[in-house]
């Protein structure tokens, strides 16, 4: 172990501590030149240079020269408003983290990092705690990132280009401004753990149910009052956090119903009644109608909608012990509970129907947290 002037070089680790100098940006950066030229003599590579709380407003200039080879890069809680061209200078970079600094303006990434070799060696990167508003579009294009974490910033949407993220395992983007979830973010088939907790989420898409490698979802103080009934088909989730939602002090039912259109009514019954057709008896655009049926989920009807249904909130045991609100969509008023208003200890068969159906992913979740 050799220590200068409270630096810490690990040798046997690959390791530069630089961390808590609180020394001058011209200090630090005769103190890199010198480590770099060390390690240019030196048989083993620095794979990991620690530099956080040292008050830096830029990256070291030394970054573009001295350290090919590393590996991980530690800015964190500085003062950085921006990551310099000296970024793309480190090849092999696999984590990067710059959590609490003030980045976030539109020149927060080095041009060209898109087309730079950080797009196929970058796994991890860690930017909680900034000023971002929106994701940066240079980011999207980070094939390799494994590990992505936005929280803490004033980030007011999820871009639909997530998805092009197709290797990413974890995704952390609680205390932001997200109101919407897009539903290309089911299109991410690593995805692990994802972190959407303390934002203004009204909703929840369906596709995130193809979401089949999803282990934990946290999705606590939000503005969520239901479910989609598709989420019992995460069949890996474990962990469901929901505490400080609406959906967990109140419960709401919706049965508002707009009667279906004569069309409907017609192709209802050619479904129902398995009147059979060939595309020689109908024009095209009815033939297209009549293909998006949908069958209405309670087993004790048969019936079919298109696009007329009914939105009611069904109550599901998790673990045996909570009532989750998961959203159904039914073909008519008949298939809903005839005791919307009445009380609660009252159950109705589709309510029955819907907890049998999710007592087969039930046993899976190990963790339900509403408290």
């Given at each position: 172990?050799?220590?200068?002037?409270?630096?810490?070089?690990?040798?046997?680790?690959a390791?530069?501590?630089?961390?808590r100098?609180?020394?001058s940006?011209?200090?630090?950066?005769?103190?890199?030149?010198?480590?770099?030229?060390?390690?240019?003599?030196?048989r083993?590579?620095?794979?990991?240079?620690?530099?956080?709380?040292n008050?830096?407003?830029?990256?070291?200039?030394?970054?573009?020269s001295?350290?090919?080879h590393?590996?991980?890069?530690?800015?964190?809680?500085?003062?950085l408003?921006?990551?310099?061209?000296?970024?793309?200078a480190?090849?092999?970079?696999?984590?990067?983290?710059?959590?609490?600094?003030?980045?976030?303006g539109?020149?927060?990434?080095?041009?060209?990092?898109?087309?730079?070799?950080?797009?196929?060696?970058?796994?991890?990167?860690?930017?909680?705690?900034?000023?971002?508003?929106?994701v940066?579009?240079?980011?999207?294009?980070?094939?390799?990132?494994?590990?992505?974490?936005?929280?803490?910033?004033?980030?007011?949407?999820?871009?639909?280009?997530?998805?092009n993220?197709?290797?990413?395992?974890?995704?952390?983007?609680?205390?932001?401004?997200?109101?919407?979830?897009?539903?290309?973010?089911?299109?991410?088939?690593?995805?692990?753990?994802?972190?959407?907790?303390?934002?203004?989420?009204?909703?929840?898409?369906?596709?995130?149910?193809?979401?089949?490698?999803?282990?934990s979802?946290?999705?606590?103080?939000?503005l969520?009052?239901?479910?989609?009934?598709?989420?019992?088909?995460?069949?890996?989730?474990?962990?469901?956090?929901?505490?400080?939602?609406?959906?967990v002090?109140?419960?709401?039912?919706d049965?508002?119903?707009?009667?279906?259109?004569l069309l409907?009514?017609?192709?209802?019954?050619?479904?129902?009644?398995?009147?059979?057709?060939?595309p020689?008896?109908?024009p095209?655009?009815?033939?297209?109608?009549?293909s998006l049926a949908?069958?209405?989920p309670?087993?004790?009807?048969?019936?079919?909608?298109?696009?007329?249904?009914?939105?009611q909130?069904?109550?599901?045991?998790?673990?045996?012990?909570?009532?989750?609100?998961?959203?159904?969509?039914?073909?008519?008023?008949?298939?809903?509970?005839p005791?919307?208003?009445?009380?609660?200890?009252?159950t109705?068969?589709?309510?029955?129907?819907?907890?049998?159906?999710?007592?087969?992913?039930a046993?899976?979740?190990?963790k339900?947290?509403?408290g």
């Open positions: 172990m050799e220590e200068v002037g409270g630096a810490v070089a690990t040798a046997g680790e390791e530069l501590n630089l961390s100098l609180s020394v940006l011209e200090t630090l950066e005769s103190e890199l030149e010198a480590r770099g030229e060390e390690r240019r003599g030196a083993e590579a620095l794979l990991r240079l620690l530099l956080p709380h008050r830096l407003v830029s990256l070291p200039r030394a970054l573009g001295g350290f090919p590393l590996q991980l890069l530690d800015v964190s809680g500085n003062a408003t921006a990551l310099g061209p000296e970024l793309l480190l090849r092999g970079l696999r984590t990067l983290l710059a959590k609490n600094n003030r980045l976030g539109p020149g927060a990434f080095p041009k060209g990092l898109a087309q730079s070799p950080l797009c196929r060696s970058l796994q991890v990167l860690n930017l909680s705690g900034n000023c971002f508003q929106e940066p579009t240079s980011l999207l294009e980070l094939r390799a990132l494994q590990t992505l974490s936005l929280g803490g910033n004033q980030l007011q949407s999820i871009p639909a280009e997530i998805e993220l197709r290797s990413l395992e974890c995704l952390y983007l609680g205390g932001n401004f997200i109101k919407e979830i897009p539903p290309e973010l089911g299109n991410l088939p690593s995805l692990n753990y994802l972190v959407l907790c303390d934002n203004k989420i009204q909703s929840v898409p369906p596709q995130l149910s193809q979401l089949h490698s999803l282990r979802l946290s999705l606590h103080n939000n969520l009052t239901y479910l989609p009934r598709e989420i019992l088909n995460l069949i890996h989730l474990e962990e469901l956090s929901l505490r400080g939602n609406p959906l002090v109140r419960f709401v039912r049965l508002t119903y707009d009667p279906p259109t409907e009514l017609a192709a209802r019954t050619i479904k129902i009644r398995n009147i059979s057709y060939t020689y008896d109908l095209g655009n009815l033939l297209r109608y009549l949908s069958n209405c309670n087993p004790k009807c048969g019936g079919v909608y298109f696009d007329c249904c009914v939105r909130i069904k109550f599901v045991d998790f673990c045996g012990k909570y009532r989750l609100p998961l959203m159904h969509y039914l073909c008519s008023p008949e298939c809903s509970s005791c919307s208003s009445a009380s609660h200890s009252s109705s068969q589709s309510e029955s129907d819907s907890e049998d159906e999710a007592s087969v992913a046993h899976r979740m190990q339900v947290l509403l």
